[in-house]
């Protein structure tokens, strides 16, 4: 049977974003004048908010300057017309500026580039990759922060209000969010790294793109038996799935922290009977997710299924185990198919929409936002959500 995945996208629910977010009327004209695009000194990371795999940031030299200021370009799709017999017609492009500078969106992104690390500089591109992609006019500024204590989040806050920037973006974690909502009550801010469920109170302006984990594990828990255990690896995420996997099933009889891949994981299965018939929820990181799967058969143990949420979606599992491994495999996903000429974009930049949550979760809170301000129809990429 292979890898299967869990697609909860078709159920999932409105209340992933705060859409009862008031409307208000935008400036629509734009005397700011065209200086171009300054260098950042920026470079790949690991670290993410959901899963400690993948690149590091080396520098944190991301400034509070104009990231971004551009008119629209021609469509990156060209079209030869019909030639007539010895005339050779030139390439020529068909696709309009969608606006002018007359109603320039402005989009502030506050990043604390120390808590977030790598998604300092994706949340950015994926920003920019969907400004391009819908060809606008746009106005991006960054905002860093450095870290989400008090006094930095409100210093970035009020730089934000005196630019008179139209939405704000924001990719923090819950202490973040929790600053921003006590601060800000009026400009719209989209935080793409937390569901609504991480904040007890917050205004109608605030917009969450985060994962419900609480669908996606009661979804999974449907394909569990009687007999449930988990693994987890000591982080507040773990921690959380943990819970909510106590709360959806029954009979939770096995729970083992490993904190890390060099475990001695033939000692904590060698003999272990007890997992047999088992389903385990995997609410650990990629590698060491796809070790237990792959050290589970390896000491002859035959888990009834083994169930992760979002964490664990990516394709380096496949290459990371063998098909016996995962033959009984459920992993919940919430991403649903984006554009192709987007996720093309986001490829210019030198990261992917297709698996990576917040990315995606960014590049729908901008289209969400871009609707708000030009109100456009939807187009099947934002209707998909809601």
Not at 45 to 72: E, K
Not at 147 to 164: F, H, M, P, V, Y
Not at 342 to 360: A, M, P, Q, R
Request: hydrophobic share 35%; with cysteine; charged share 15%.
């Amino acid at each position: 049977m292979g890898c299967s995945t869990t697609n909860t996208s078709q159920t999932y629910k409105p209340s992933t974003f705060n859409v009862s977010s008031s409307k208000r009327t935008v400036p629509t004209k734009s005397t700011t004048t065209y200086p171009g695009s300054e260098k950042q000194r920026l470079s790949s990371t690991t670290q993410s908010p959901d899963t400690p795999l993948g690149v590091t940031v080396d520098n944190t030299d991301i400034t509070s300057t104009t990231l971004a200021m551009a008119t629209p370009t021609p469509s990156t799709s060209l079209e030869r017309p019909l030639e007539t017999e010895g005339t050779s017609a030139p390439l020529t492009s068909v696709t309009p500026p969608l606006n002018d500078d007359t109603s320039m969106i402005k989009i502030a992104v506050l990043v604390p580039q120390r808590t977030i690390k790598k998604y300092a500089i994706t949340s950015v591109n994926s920003v920019i990759a969907y400004l391009l992609y819908k060809n606008y006019y746009f106005d991006l500024n960054v905002f860093n922060s450095g870290d989400e204590q008090e006094t930095s989040i409100r210093k970035a806050l009020e730089e934000i209000k005196a630019g008179g920037y139209h939405y704000i973006i924001a990719p923090v974690t819950q202490e973040g969010a929790n600053i921003i909502a006590l601060n800000e009550t009026q400009t719209p801010v989209f935080i793409p790294t937390l569901h609504a469920s991480s904040l007890a109170h917050f205004g109608e302006n605030i917009i969450f793109g985060g994962i419900d984990y609480d669908q996606q594990i009661a979804l999974l828990a449907q394909k569990a038996n009687s007999r449930v255990g988990s693994f987890e690896d000591g982080s507040s995420l773990s921690y959380q799935l943990n819970g909510l996997v106590k709360k959806h099933t029954q009979n939770l009889f096995y729970e083992k922290r490993v904190e890390n891949s060099k475990a001695n994981f033939r000692q904590m299965f060698k003999g272990n009977s007890s997992l047999n018939n088992t389903s385990l929820f995997l609410n650990t990181p990629l590698v060491t997710s796809s070790l237990i799967a792959s050290q589970l058969r390896a000491n002859s143990l035959h888990p009834h299924v083994l169930l992760s949420t979002q964490i664990n979606y990516k394709p380096l599992l496949l290459t990371l185990t063998q098909y016996e491994d995962r033959d009984q495999m459920f992993i919940a996903n919430s991403i649903q198919r984006a554009p192709a000429g987007l996720e093309e974009s986001n490829s210019l930049f030198g990261h992917e929409i297709v698996y990576d949550w917040v990315n995606y979760s960014t590049s729908i809170g901008i289209d969400y936002l871009c609707y708000d301000f030009f109100k456009e129809k939807p187009n099947a990429f934002l209707k998909s959500l809601f």
